[in-house]
């Protein structure tokens, strides 16, 4: 059976139906530390100082339209996976090789083509796309002569260029290493089919080269480098140091001169295997950490021939550059999903779908649309094989939502052995009287109301018109049989249950939350074009022990009901307690008004937590509903209850075997209680305001398993968190969500689901469980071999979610993918996208740190990352030098997402991040989309002042490093939790009066989180950009103005994440030398 075919034009079901509302993210305080402590990997130290840009580096204009480069910086993004592995596609311009860099922030956007330097191709099997810069990573000399030939402008893509580069012995110094500038890498050849291999590659440099006698060893007191001073502010820009000018060469390079450009920029000459530096003999260690501050001129002990240069961070591949160049070739056209194994734009472009057979990549995304057809194979490249599932995701407005499809009492047709549901690869056979499963391949009738003839293709003459048989992804309205009990479910019920002991009356959040509810529940989700929503409320209160509310519309007051016996959790009634919103208004509104007006004397510090939760799920059980409990808790639950707790916080676990225990809730308690939950389809939302420790490790066990979500605001003051609390509740409450869900992934003879990650609860192997799902939250899912694939037929995957609306009905939504197979490793990473790959990792590693020392969950992310990129040298590049580091074309930002990852609060913790904080990241993270992981590791950094004010678009992105800032400019950082305004010293006078009405830079507030509203350009034009960031986040994030050297700005720093860490954290540049180092050994 052939699944490769193109797929048809749309088909004309009826019109599009309505939309999910917007779509948005989330916000916890995750701090630096204040000490740093030595970089993870040992034998290297990254670049410790930061060398100032040159001035007077002149660039070309970017072929994409940016501004010119003294205005302009690199587009935007969160980061994204490499470009396209698709012989066909790749990404935009190649980008200009140079060593010097602007002034300030200097601009990453895409240059001019370059010509390509060509080299004989040698590919196994089809060949790999990936493009190759080679920079030397160790060991390698300048010379302070001006080069004889001007160096290339830049690198075309296809064959394996190379860029030469740096030493892996760096100076270590400064707060955040920096490194040595010089532009570069990232681009690509026109679309072709048989490109040539691609491969970003990197030289490290060998030992031949002359290199100082110390440099494998720490150096002598006092030996220097060339390089600015390092009492330089990293962010100030300054002349550039005299020993490095335009035309500055690599010593020891053979071979011709390359192709005559532009003398100012600067580059190397080509060797004949077409890298650029010298031929490379066998890698020598990276050097340890020089004690001595980095000096010009000369130093005491040995002669040293000449100063070793630093890798270039322009030359390793960037993020921004990816995202940008794959926005320009991928974000006009709408992606088609007729054609099997297509690898979907990145997550980061605006594009629009449609569905042609295969599911949206907004419901499905895998880490590689083509999969080994062995075991053996996977095996050998380690590249996992996983996709991230968000089966309810919300669509842009553009996109029709799934299609409801009513076969009446017969209900939705499936396999006999293998129970898939109707789709579009299933064959139809005999004349249409029979279909054959496209998963296990049974023969199946077809049921006499269900026949249709076949036309002369042997596809049904009525496939455009049914959903089930044209469309990847559709819904199915189920019978009583795929009900409870038997019997169709009653309309959902959400329990609003607020703490009001001490500390929740005190900080004022009592009153602001009653006050907000008045209004929030006339928007409770509604179905289509209901008039009201079918969903009824409950109140509850609670400190030690717990009153209930009845609410009945005939009550001329609302009655309160204690009880008292939290031991034996009990609903003391029925009727009155959950009722209709319009029928009960004054009842409510009244119960409202009195709440904070009862609690205000209360001298009640002790909560119990537990129990509330328990009294929910048995209000639900007698209403005989599934529903939501909303939970307002403030502390640790200290009072004599089941699921009582103690304080067991200690910072002196970290980094022992026994620092796992802080992540395992204390009880085994809450995961009982979180499967009766479950079973009664009793979904938990819980919003935290703590003052101190509060457990998150514990009290998030319910809210994660039974797939609902956790809010925390750390120190709430109404004046400063009221916006973010009021607009996460607001849209927390009105979300789509799909009720008692029951989701299971089938795949088609060859590969089957052995892991999930995410918010839920599995009793047995297959299916997992949610009491609740909403359009935020994804399910990933780790697929095996237990047999051999074939190239021909591909795989499938079918994802079918049973749920209960929000009006009560019983529904099921399909999502189908068909993914391509292959014999041939090349295949494989040419379809692979990083940013996918990143997601399962980080979840992976996530949930490793539960059970594992945090040390091994980061080395064997490490080996992983090793492996898969070992296996593509050896395997897919084409020959060249041992010294160089080669990645796949698409695979290219693994390394810098992954150093991300390594870097986080949850697996390297800065002093300052709380327990609780890391618990809390690490449970979000869980059931975060990929568009969601990628921001949250890579954050987007944007300049505010280089883009023209009359612009509507958002400005260009430029990587996340400090030696990105100028101190001239003001920057937005945003990671879909936290939001930075960050205003350098220097910014000029007018710009600070038109953003903060005030005269100076010393006079702006510092820590100040809400912009003044201000009739001016510039005003409007910042306060709109902030407002559209959080439109796209899932939660509010919460704006801090960062002044440049104020105590806040460690804060900032902590995301700037191409820079060494505070908490060891190693830069990108260090990590790419570590990775290589890595590869090399396991080629050796």
Known sequence: MNVNQSAPPVPPFGQPQPVYPGYHQSSYGGQPGSTAPATPYGAYNGPGYQQPPPSGVSRAPSSSGAPPASIAQAPCGQGAYGQFGQGDVQNGPSSTVQMQRLPGSQPFGSAPLAPVVSQPTVSYGPPPTSSQVTAQLAGMQISGAVAPAPPPSGLGYGPPTSLASASGSFPNSGLYGSYAQAQGHSGAQPPQRSAPPQASSFTPPASGVPRMPSMTGPPLPGQGFGGPPVSQPNHVSSPPP??????????????????????????????????????RGPQPNYGSPYQAAPTFGSQPGPPQPLPPKRLDPDAIPSPIQVIEDDRNNR????????????????????????????????????????IPCTSDMAKQAQVPLAAVIK??????????????????????????????????????????RRFQCCFCSCINDVPPQYFQHLD???????????????????????????????KFPSPPAFIFMID?????????????????LKSLLDFLPREGGAEESAIRVGFVTYNKVLHFYNVKSSLAQP????????????????????????????????????????????????????????????????????????LFHTSLPIAEAPGKLKNRDDRKLINTDKEKTLFQPQTGAYQSLAKDCVAQGCCVDLFLFPNQYVDVATLSVVPQLTGGSVYKYTCFQVENDQERFLSDLRRDVQKVVGFDAVMRVRTSTGIRAIDFFGAFYMSNTTDVELAGLDGDKTVTVEFKHDDRLNEESGALLQCALLYTSCAGQRRLRIHNLALNCCTQLADLYRNCETDTLINYMAKFAYRGVLNSPVKSVRDTLITQCAQILACYRKNCASPSSAGQLILPECMKLLPVY????????????????????????????????????????????????????????????????????S?????????????????????????????????????????????????????????GLIDSLRAQRSRYMKLIVVKQEDKLEMLFKHFLVEDKSLNGGASYVDFLCHMHKEIRQLLS
Not at 504 to 516: K, N, P, Q, Y
Not at 1008 to 1023: F, G, M, Q, T
């Open 242 to 279: 005299q020993a490095l000018h335009p035309g500055t060469q690599m010593s020891g390079l053979p071979g011709p001169p390359p192709p005559m450009h532009s003398s100012q920029q600067p580059g190397y000459q080509l060797q004949q295997n077409g890298s650029f530096g010298p031929a």
């Open 331 to 370: 974000g006009s056209e709408p992606f088609v999903t007729g054609v099997r194994g297509q690898v979907p734009p990145l997550v980061t472009t605006n594009f629009l779908v449609k569905d042609q057979g295969n599911a949206s990549p907004r419901y499905i995304r895998c880490t590689s649309y083509n």
């Open 391 to 432: 089966p309810l995701a919300r669509l842009p407005p553009e996109e029709a939502l799934p299609y409801v499809v009513d076969h009446g009492e017969s209900g939705p047709l499936r396999c006999n052995r293998c129970k898939a549901y109707m789709c579009p690869f299933m064959q139809f056979i005999e004349g249409g």
């Open 456 to 486: 002369h293709t042997g596809k049904r003459v009525d496939a455009y018109d049914r959903p089930e048989l044209s469309l990847g992804s559709y819904e199915f309205l189920a019978t009583v049989d795929y009900c409870k009990n038997n």
């Open 500 to 516: 009001v002991s001490y500390n929740a009356i005190r900080s004022g959040l009592v009153r602001l939350l009653c006050e907000e």
């Open 559 to 630: 009655q309160m009901m204690v009880v008292s016996d939290v031991a034996d959790m009990f609903v003391p009634l029925l009727d009155g307690f959950l009722v209709n919103v319009r029928e009960s208004r004054a009842v409510i509104t009244s119960l409202l008004d009195q709440i904070p007006e009862m609690f205000a004397d209360t001298r009640e510090t002790e909560t119990v937590f537990a129990p509330v939760i328990q009294a929910g799920m048995e209000a639900l059980k007698a209403a005989e509903c599934a529903g939501k409990l909303f």
């Open 898 to 965: 992954l150093n991300c990852v390594l870097k986080s609060d949850v697996l390297q913790p800065g002093a300052e991040v709380t327990t609780d904080d890391r618990a809390y990241v690490r449970q979000l993270v869980t059931s975060m989309d990929v568009a969601e992981t990628n921001v949250f590791f890579y954050p987007r950094l944007l300049p505010l002042t280089k883009s023209p004010i009359e612009s509507t678009t958002e400005p260009p992105a430029v990587r996340a490093s400090e030696e990105r800032l």
């Open 967 to 1023: 101190n001239g400019d003001i920057y937005l950082l945003e990671n879909g939790l936290n939001l930075f305004l960050w205003v350098g010293a220097s910014v000029q006078q007018g710009v600070v009066q038109s953003l903060f009405n005030v005269s100076s830079f010393s006079q702006i507030p510092s820590g100040l989180s809400i912009l003044p509203v201000l009739d001016n350009p510039l005003s409007k034009k910042v306060r």
